[in-house]
């Protein structure tokens, strides 16, 4: 089957009254970013819903798009008969054999939009499954619980059939609940924390802190390449900083606090991000931080390091276990490149036991001690180098599609 529409219905959004509006129109703006390279193809709006009218352009790249697009529920490959009864049957057999596997239930579910249509939607139901089922002997009806469900529409301009509905990517609109800052390692957690960030509607910023040379001029490319797979799902580029942390990193060795060492670098870390959040404009900072996963994410650490500034930390991953954000990594498309090989800075410089339970004014003493510390991290936030990374796909297409440094 080949459709001629694709019908596009909106995630939990839909609940927020006061925003849908906005909502909307973010959606589309990310829908006229997958269809550019498709001129035929138009979008439409009509009673909650999103059309694009393919014209002829191909659909499963597009349907590939659309999966990942932030704020669209599901969607579905929509045929278009003209208002005729034999038209329509004719289409809705086209639908059901077209379908990936042939099921053993189905129901017709017709609804009349244009009243002139000489049958009701109780007659239609009948004689369009009636139609399906001289053509398909294995299948059976079932109203209650079909595996399939043949839905018709008849509008005045025609009449829309479709029946396989394509789970997507959900969330919010890309951008339409704020920005915060991404703290992003070269890990595999950290990746994960700012898709889901930005599922939920927050457009991010990405802060890789790095120590060369102890870290590798490679663990600097494996983060430019986790920030532009991550750009696929916002649409659009996103700005990295790339933080120098060694004269830091060797400041804070020094105080010969080993089991503490974690705990420094990261509040210096926090603190450092609250300068940079402040200049972009952001309220809240996103970290890959996983429950109890090791020593500087149990609660006590978490709480020491967490104090080390005011904006709002969130944690996407809090709760979850090392094996589900694993499979969201290999599913986002991030994994490959976090399990590839070069070190952060952190990872060089982990003790043999790092402090489960950090006391936080033994922390603060510590800090007092370390010579100039808050002279080098406004150093380090003048020392950033921020690139704007493009969204892989689009480089092709694009004239200047090399990433801009500024
Ligand atoms: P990840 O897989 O994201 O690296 P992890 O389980 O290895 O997480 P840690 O290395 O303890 O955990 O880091 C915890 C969080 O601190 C990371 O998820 C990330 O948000 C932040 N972080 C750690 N190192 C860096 C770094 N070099 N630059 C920026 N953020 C970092
Ligand atoms: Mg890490």
Redesign the pocket.
Known sequence: MIPDLILIRFGEHTIKGRNRGQFEKRMIQQIRTVLAPYSSASISRSYGRIYITLNGEPYAPIAGRLKDIFGIGSFSPVKRADNMLEAIQAVSLEVMLGLPAEPATFKVSVRRVEKSFPHDSQQMNHLVGAHVLRAMPGLKVNVREPQVELRVEIQPEGTYIFSEVIEAAGGYPFATNGKAM????????????GYLSMRKGLEIEA????SYPFTSEQAKDK?IELTRTLAQYSGSPIKLHL?P?TDIQTALAQAKQDNLI?TLM?RS?LRITQQLAEEAVALGV?????LG??A??TLSSMNVIGRSMELPLLRP?IMMDKDDIIRVAKRIGTYET?ILPYE????LFLPKSPSTNPNLNVVRKVESFVPELEEMEARAVAGKQTMEIAPEYKLGAQASGEDSWF
């Open positions: 991404l703290l992003l390692s070269g890990g595999i957690d950290s990746p994960v924390a802060v890789h802190f790095y983060v933080i942390f974690i990261r870390m996103v970290t890959g931080d996983s996963q090791v500087s994410q991953l976090s952060d800075c952190c990872t």
